[in-house]
């Protein structure tokens, strides 16, 4: 359910779109936010008409932004597309990592999921011809950055934890952790 359940994890509330379903290719369009955030910036990479760029859709659910959360993306026809909860934890309503596999497949299996939505499956198929590369390359670029992104947390707990370690035996005292009640 990615971002919905996301977001019903932290607490906001998810519920049936009013507008209605995005079934396959659609623009969304990052927010300021968005367009500077580490990941999210990734997918306006050679998209023609910035800050808008081409993903995969396929949902009929919406929900509240969780508390303290940042909107990163949103589209005509829902507000919340992607957001970022502090530094590292995202939640996106769209695909980036479909292959043209995965959209036959859900073509396949979704005939009255399409139907229903008001959704022809033509369009969609035939648009795996030029959309799918660019959007897989944008989807690799955004988590390698995520990739990276983790590393350097790592990294910085890596050093954290070295430091305590330092300061702990220059005083003598048993290591914070180990102090702490289980």
Known sequence: RGAQGVAAALGARVYPGAAGREIGWDRVTLTAEGRDDPLC?????????????????????????????????SSPKYLNQAFRLGESAYALQFHFEVSREMVETWVER???YIREGGCATGPILAGCETRLEPLRLR????????????????????????????TDASTGAAPLRARRAP
């Open 41 to 73: 910036r990734h997918l306006l990479e050679g998209e023609p008409d910035p800050p808008a760029c081409t993903v995969f859709q396929w949902h009929g659910a919406s929900f509240d932004l969780p508390a303290g959360a940042v909107r990163l993306a």
């Open 110 to 112: 979704g005939q009255n």
């Open 139 to 166: 989807g690799r670029r955004l988590v390698e950055a995520f990739a990276a992104l983790i590393e350097a947390r790592a990294a910085d707990a890596a050093g954290d934890a070295a430091a305590e370690a330092a």
